[in-house]
């Protein structure tokens, strides 16, 4: 019983920073773990950064890596992604997602996410 909507999309010069933010209503966000996927122009939407129930645990792809920063704070049921560094190939279309696993790298695939948001866009060009 999660609804997911995301903000903080938009236009930033390569190697700036941008927040993206996710908010989610529900008394359930706490034990879902949420993730960040994005689809660029022409390719596959592609896993970004997954955090686990308590925010201890957190996964990213190798491409974001050292950049992006995946958090949450269940107390205001908000999800961030800290994205810094950025360059163009990060310009996508980003989502928030949530669902619930206990195999770690099922993290990574969309089908384990129950509830997504409508996306929000990052454009990375000078």
């Known amino acids: 019983q999660v609804q997911l909507v995301e903000s903080g999309g938009g236009l930033v010069q390569p190697g700036g920073s941008l927040r993206l933010s996710c908010a989610a209503s529900g008394r359930t966000f706490s034990s879902y773990a949420m993730g960040w996927f994005r689809q660029a122009p022409g390719k596959e939407r592609e896993f970004v950064a997954a955090i686990g129930w308590s925010g201890s645990s957190t996964y990213y792809a190798d491409s974001v890596k050292g950049r992006f920063t995946i958090s949450r704070d269940n107390a205001e049921n908000t999800v961030y992604l800290q994205m810094n560094s950025l360059k163009p190939e990060d310009t996508a279309v980003y989502y928030c997602?949530?669902?619930?696993?206990?195999?770690?790298?099922?993290?990574?695939?969309?089908?384990?996410?129950?509830?997504w948001g409508q996306g929000t866009q990052v454009t990375v060009s000078s």
């Open positions: 997602a949530a669902g619930k696993t206990i195999i770690i790298a099922a993290l990574s695939r969309e089908r384990t996410y129950d509830y």
